[in-house]
């Protein structure tokens, strides 16, 4: 089972910046295609960024020009920049691994973002 560990949500004023990070320390996330998704309290789960093995990237509407998505293979891990953030970016953040018809997901790290 494919165990993925986010890190670096956190407390963070309109207009600052977090980098958050997902790691499988137990297995290779090179041939995974890896997202971040993110949940708000009576929403829906949403897509965030998604990123392929061979580095294409999506992001949603809503994070264009203030999130970026990127891997890193040495370490194993993905990463989400998110820049120029807004109330509306707070919420519970997930790491995502897809393989093979298989999805993965870890246990969310939680954004708020407020004065």
């Known amino acids: 089972q494919l165990h993925l560990v986010e890190s670096g949500g956190g407390l963070v004023q309109p207009g600052g910046s977090l980098r958050l990070s997902c790691t499988a320390p137990a297995f290779t996330l090179d041939s995974y295609s890896l997202g971040w998704f993110r949940q708000a309290p009576g929403k829906e789960r949403e897509g965030v960024a998604c990123?392929?093995?061979?580095?294409?990237?999506y992001y949603a509407d809503s994070v264009k020009g203030r999130f970026t998505i990127s891997r890193d293979n040495a370490k194993n891990t993905v990463y989400l920049q998110m820049d120029s953030l807004i109330p509306e970016d707070t919420a519970t953040y997930y790491c995502?691994?897809?393989?093979?018809?298989?999805?993965?997901w870890g246990q969310g790290t939680q954004v708020t973002v407020s004065p």
């Open positions: 990123i392929s093995k061979d580095r294409g990237t």
């Open positions: 995502n691994a897809v393989l093979g018809g298989f999805t993965y």
